[in-house]
């Protein structure tokens, strides 16, 4: 399932007798915005289960002090402006949740010992059908990670700017301080990412046919068990992380041995249900038990490069299946039956 596109966030031009109607029918303001907003706080936080606790206390507030809306900006910039508040006060003193290629550590070797940490509040994938965004870019998980490693303020700053598209004065009125301050943080937050090498690379709204048979024979190769497919359907230099494990890897061949070597499941003992995250392809991969049946293993969200992938996070956390609506088990006779790629 795809994300749909969020109208623009609207100025403080529009017409203020408007917006005031919307506050009268706030259970319909909640679910108009409720998406666009989810997607706002986790870019901020990184979490979906954050991001929907930071919505739920903007509705909270939102609703607290309509009475003194005065209807100088829109509904939605105004609840734009509470929701960075509440994420920046949620962040502070927290640590950034990164993924394990963004701890600082080179990548490993397969066959090293693996060592899981679950004290890391790490990254999580945020389902398409949760959010609404109008550029998948700026919810690509690769992004995300990159705004892990802005301060709190500056993250807000870039968000506001950069995927927003409001004004200097804009955001320097939602977070009380100058236009001066605000172009000196956003010059502050590209410069820490061009120094790390992250980007807000483009993401391509919809996949080709030749990736749509990528995605097929990738399910299709897990499902066999088919290491040398596998390999051969990533890029050279592709990299793999899962989290809660510290180790992440870069190389098809590496990735292979690891696939080959460390995962428990055999021919036929990995079937694949597709989804979508952070407006990439992603796969619930489950993993037959000695009952015969299957249950939840890993969520991998993939990235592409044309007709190869070029990076895999495998999520561990289990809870996802639930997040993403995925099923709980599967019965022993499920077959994947080379699925396609959900888009």
Known sequence: MTATEAAPVTTETDAPQRDLGELGDFPSLTQRYQRELLAHCYRMSGSVQEAEDLVQETFLRAWKSAAAFEGRSSVRTWLYRIATNVCLTNLEGRPRRPLPAGLGTPDAMAGDALEENHEIAWLEPVPDAAVVVAERDSIRLAFIAALQHLPARQRAVLILRDVLRWSAAEVATALDTTSAAVNSALQRAHAQLAERGLTEETVEPDLSPEQQQLLERYVDAFWRKDVDSIVGLLTAEATWDMPPFTSWFRGAENIGWLIGNEC???????????????????????????QGDFTPFQLQVLELDGDRVRHVTAFFD????????????????????RQPGCH
């Open 318 to 337: 289990q809870r996802l299946f639930e997040t993403f609506g995925l099923p709980s088990r599967l019965p022993a006779d499920h077959r994947p039956d």
């Open 264 to 290: 428990p499941g055999g021919a036929h003992d990995m079937p694949m249900l597709p989804t979508r995250a952070n407006g990439q392809p992603a796969y619930g991969l489950y993993m037959r038990t000695p």
